[in-house]
Every structure is written in structure tokens, then in C-alpha cells.
């Protein structure tokens, strides 16, 4: 079996974490989450390991300067991202396809990367306002870091098209239904 991407990408607080994990606790058979490392402190409930590797500046900077990251980003100012090879070979291993939660650039970089072994879909939230909403639900974010995810979603937005399917996470039991609906017929080779 070759090893197929499945990439969600959006601006932060568009969803795309729970419909990731939607789709996770449907097919854990099919697919394996792609632990990123990142340097930002964990919030509260996220295991270090199973949400995230985190680790500090330093060691993300000795990581990339031995070329251990398929694509990282600087996504917030002094906070890096990044997918280790180790990390989809790994799951590649079990004979499972790997499932990513990452930024727009880093998606559309796996995307130029592994092209037809890709599928890039951006979730589009219903509104810029809609989007500072569910940030401001989440509540894990400071009044400062809350400002920089918002003028980042901007620009953000305007890449949609650039992706494979454009997803609309207004309702998000439709959503979901559609995500799964999207991945199945890409694992299962049909065109969407
Ligand atoms: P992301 O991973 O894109 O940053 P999350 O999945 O963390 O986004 O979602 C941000 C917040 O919005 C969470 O509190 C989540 O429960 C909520 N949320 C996600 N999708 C919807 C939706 N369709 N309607 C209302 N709230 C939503
Ligand atoms: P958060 O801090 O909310 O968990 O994530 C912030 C942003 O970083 C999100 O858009 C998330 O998808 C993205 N992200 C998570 N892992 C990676 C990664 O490995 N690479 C890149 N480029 N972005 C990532």
C-alpha cells in the first residue's frame, strides 16, 4: 500500500482540529495522526507525545539544521512548527495514511511536496467575526495572541483556492460528514 497525506488546513479557530478528531475516532484503521513538534507550551489537557512534541527553541533549531522536518514554520512570531519524517514514516510503517492539523503555508508546502499522494483541504469558517467567536470560546489564547492569530486568519483566508477542495465549516455535523465523505473517496482512489 503506498502511504497517502490527508491535509486540514485553516486559519486557527476554523475548526479544523475537531473535525480532525472527528475523523480520527471514526478510522483509526485507515488513519494515524501526524504528531507535530512545536516550541509553544502546552494548554491545559494537551499530552505532550499524543498532541504535540514540544520542545524548545533550541532543540527545533538543531533539529532542522539535521534536516529532520519535512516542512517547518515560524507560524507565530518566536513559535515554530514542524513535521518530522520520522513522524510519517512512522505511520506509513503500521499501514496507515497519515492525517495532518496545520497551517496554510505548511499545508500547501506538503501539497507542492506530494502532490496526487495529497489531499489539501482548506476549512473555511462562515466569517472572519464567526472565527474571533470560536477563538474567544476556546479561551486558550491571550488577549495578544488572539489579535495575532486574527491578522494572520486574514491573509490566511485569501489562500483557499489554492487547495484541492475548499471545505465550509458553518454546521458542524455537515462538516464532518463531508470531511469523511472527501477522505474516503480519496483513500479509496476516486476522484473528487
Ligand atoms: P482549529 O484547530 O482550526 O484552530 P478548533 O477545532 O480548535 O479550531 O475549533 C475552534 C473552536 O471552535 C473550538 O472551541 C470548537 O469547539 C469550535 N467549533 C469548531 N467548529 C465549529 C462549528 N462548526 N460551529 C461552532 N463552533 C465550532
Ligand atoms: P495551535 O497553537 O493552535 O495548536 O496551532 C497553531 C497553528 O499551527 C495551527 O494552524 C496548526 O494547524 C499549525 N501547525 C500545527 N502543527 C504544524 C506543523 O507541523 N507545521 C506547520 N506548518 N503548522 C503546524
Redesign the pocket.
Known amino acids: 500500500m503506498e502511504g497517502k497525506l490527508i491535509i486540514f488546513s485553516?486559519?486557527?479557530?476554523?475548526?479544523?482540529?475537531?473535525?480532525?478528531?472527528h475523523l480520527l475516532s471514526k478510522h483509526a484503521e485507515k488513519i494515524s495522526f501526524s504528531i507535530s513538534a512545536s516550541t509553544r507550551t502546552a494548554r491545559g489537557g494537551e499530552v505532550n507525545g499524543k498532541d504535540y512534541y514540544f520542545i524548545s527553541k533550541g532543540e527545533f533549531l538543531h533539529r532542522i539544521a539535521k534536516k529532520e522536518f519535512i516542512e517547518f514554520e515560524e507560524v507565530y512570531s518566536g513559535t515554530f512548527y514542524g513535521t518530522l519524517r520520522s513522524e510519517v514514516d512512522r505511520i506509513w510503517a503500521t499501514g496507515k495514511h497519515v492525517i495532518f492539523?496545520i497551517d496554510v503555508e505548511g499545508g500547501l508546502h506538503l501539497k507542492r511536496k506530494f502532490a496526487d499522494r495529497a489531499l489539501a483541504v482548506f476549512?473555511q469558517p462562515p466569517s472572519l467575526g464567526?472565527l474571533e467567536q470560536?477563538?474567544r470560546?476556546?479561551d486558550t489564547d491571550t488577549e495578544e495572541k488572539l489579535r495575532e492569530r486574527i491578522a494572520k486568519a486574514e491573509k490566511e483566508l485569501g489562500y483557499a483556492n489554492r487547495f484541492d477542495v475548499i471545505l465550509n465549516?458553518?454546521?458542524?455535523s455537515k462538516?464532518c460528514a463531508e470531511a469523511e465523505k472527501l477522505m474516503l473517496d480519496f483513500l479509496s482512489g476516486e476522484k473528487n
Open positions: 485553516a486559519p486557527s479557530g476554523a475548526g479544523k482540529t475537531t473535525i480532525v478528531r492539523d476549512v464567526v470560536r477563538l470560546g476556546r465549516n458553518d454546521d458542524l462538516a
